[in-house]
């Protein structure tokens, strides 16, 4: 027996039980009869097998009763048995519903606005192409590689949601096949592009990025998300999203740089995503290719870090000033409320 708010799928086996018992005829007798196992009669009888047109026009024989009945009865308890899962799923969606950030998808035109629970329910799954909600949670649905801030249930799916606008925005994007020896080649032609102005970059880091398999995308920062980037396997492409929080240089270059060290790093596809030392790999990596390691160790024992020194150091490895003052900061070597004029600020079109 199947039950939801709205339905009850009883099966036809309980009509037979109700036979046998009018008649005080055994399972074991009745199997006979029907010249059926006694297993699969106990299956039919709990609902766990179909009763077939075959079995259907047997029962007519034995009980009496025309096969139309029994076909009829199992027609309708199959139609139940699906009428009330799609209900118990569509109240199981409808409160998952409650948790992404639905209003403000709908304000950035992700998903058409609505009021209606379940209307809700019907375009979040349309929008991420399931045909239910919990199937979110599938390993082989949701394999992101991202650096957040924090994580919490609302915030897993909020990044679910805006990981796959990106990956929606990517679909049309043509691409060469995946290349990371070419990524890792490429990387010093992509560090010299964080002393330009992000409209003279950023189309020619999505065309670099482009002829290594990979698809570059901006969208708007999604509230609760405390998300700054997302890298995933989409096919035959890698897909790396930014997001258009945090507009200083500093930190969107590190967040750039942090999901190419995943891509590099080999963590892009990983069935349980990656793990709290595939992060501290990645930022590594990203801030040694910033900035290189050796050369920054000496800059740090020189003790120098007046504005004129960060300057010139920037000036030798070939990079925005801003970037070093990033690290830093992050690295206790200044105050955060230090030299931030020399972070540029970024106007991102996403």
């Not at 699969?40 to 047109?53: A, C, E, F, K, Y």
């Not at 950030?101 to 979040?124: C, F, H, N, Q």
């Given at each position: 027996?199947?039950?939801?708010?709205?339905?009850?799928?009883?099966?036809?086996?309980?009509?037979?039980?109700?036979?046998?018992?009018?008649?005080?005829?055994?399972?074991?007798?009745?199997?006979?009869?029907?010249?059926?196992?006694?297993?699969?009669?106990?299956?039919?009888?709990?609902?766990?097998?179909?009763?077939?047109?075959?079995?259907?026009?047997?029962?007519?024989?034995?009980?009496?009763?025309?096969?139309?009945?029994w076909n009829d009865?199992?027609?309708?308890?199959?139609?139940?048995?699906?009428?009330?899962?799609?209900?118990?799923?569509?109240?199981?969606?409808?409160?998952?519903?409650?948790?992404?950030?639905?209003?403000?998808?709908?304000?950035?035109?992700?998903?058409?606005?609505?009021?209606?629970?379940?209307?809700?329910?019907?375009?979040?799954?349309?929008?991420?192409?399931?045909?239910?909600?919990?199937?979110?949670?599938?390993?082989?649905?949701?394999?992101?590689?991202?650096?957040?801030?924090?994580i919490t249930e609302?915030?897993?799916?909020?990044?679910?949601?805006?990981?796959?606008?990106?990956?929606?925005?990517?679909?049309?994007?043509?691409?060469?096949?995946?290349?990371?020896?070419?990524?890792?080649?490429?990387?010093?032609?992509?560090?010299?592009?964080?002393?330009?102005?992000?409209?003279?970059?950023?189309?020619?880091?999505?065309?670099?990025?482009?002829?290594?398999?990979?698809?570059?995308?901006?969208?708007?920062?999604?509230?609760?998300?405390?998300?700054?980037?997302?890298?995933?396997?989409?096919?035959?492409?890698?897909?790396?999203?930014?997001?258009?929080?945090?507009?200083?240089?500093?930190?969107?270059?590190?967040?750039?740089?942090?999901?190419?060290?995943?891509?590099?790093?080999?963590?892009?596809?990983?069935?349980?995503?990656?793990?709290?030392?595939?992060?501290?790999?990645?930022?590594?990596?990203?801030?040694?290719?910033?900035?290189?390691?050796?050369?920054?160790?000496?800059?740090?024992?020189?003790r120098d870090y007046?504005?004129?020194?960060?300057?010139?150091?920037?000036?030798?490895?070939?990079?925005?000033?801003?970037?070093?003052?990033?690290?830093?900061?992050?690295?206790?070597?200044?105050?955060?409320?230090?030299?931030?004029?020399?972070?540029?600020?970024?106007?991102?079109?996403?």
């Amino acid at each position: 027996m199947v039950k939801s708010r709205s339905f009850i799928a009883t099966p036809p086996g309980a009509t037979i039980k109700e036979q046998l018992n009018d008649r005080g005829m055994s399972q074991k007798e009745f199997a006979a009869r029907m010249d059926m196992s006694e297993k699969h009669i106990s299956r039919l009888i709990n609902g766990d097998v179909q009763l077939t047109p075959e079995t259907a026009v047997r029962l007519e024989m034995v009980l009496g009763v025309p096969a139309k009945f029994w076909n009829d009865l199992e027609a309708i308890y199959r139609e139940k048995i699906v009428k009330a899962e799609a209900e118990n799923a569509m109240d199981a969606d409808a409160e998952m519903v409650k948790r992404f950030p639905y209003s403000e998808m709908a304000e950035l035109g992700w998903i058409p606005e609505t009021r209606d629970a379940k209307e809700k329910v019907v375009y979040l799954r349309k929008y991420f192409e399931v045909i239910e909600l919990s199937l979110l949670g599938n390993e082989q649905i949701t394999r992101i590689a991202c650096r957040r801030l924090a994580i919490t249930e609302k915030s897993d799916l909020a990044l679910m949601a805006w990981a796959q606008e990106a990956k929606i925005k990517a679909r049309d994007i043509r691409t060469a096949s995946i290349n990371i020896k070419g990524l890792i080649a490429a990387m010093p032609e992509i560090r010299k592009m964080t002393v330009l102005k992000p409209k003279e970059f950023c189309p020619q880091i999505k065309k670099c990025l482009a002829d290594c398999g990979i698809v570059l995308v901006f969208l708007p920062y999604l509230k609760g998300s405390f998300l700054q980037g997302a890298t995933f396997l989409d096919g035959n492409k890698i897909v790396v999203g930014l997001t258009a929080r945090g507009k200083d240089a500093d930190k969107f270059w590190l967040s750039l740089f942090h999901e190419l060290a995943h891509i590099v790093l080999g963590h892009v596809g990983q069935p349980d995503g990656t793990s709290e030392d595939d992060e501290k790999a990645a930022d590594q990596w990203s801030g040694d290719t910033l900035i290189l390691a050796d050369d920054f160790e000496h800059f740090r024992r020189e003790r120098d870090y007046s504005e004129g020194n960060v300057i010139r150091f920037a000036k030798e490895q070939g990079i925005a000033p801003g970037i070093v003052v990033g690290r830093m900061q992050r690295e206790g070597m200044i105050k955060y409320s230090m030299l931030n004029h020399l972070k540029e600020k970024y106007e991102i079109a996403v």
